[in-house]
């Protein structure tokens, strides 16, 4: 049970570094 808790947190975390690269992409699109 923990380590479930402990796998989803760093998913958690993982996918808002994820979503924070996206969104640099996607400014650089807009700004070119």
Do not use: V
Not at 6 to 25: F, G, L, V
């Amino acid at each position: 049970m923990r380590e479930n808790t402990i796998r989803i947190i760093s998913a958690r975390k993982a996918n808002r570094r994820e979503q924070k690269r996206y969104w640099k992409q996607k400014q650089k699109e807009t700004d070119s």
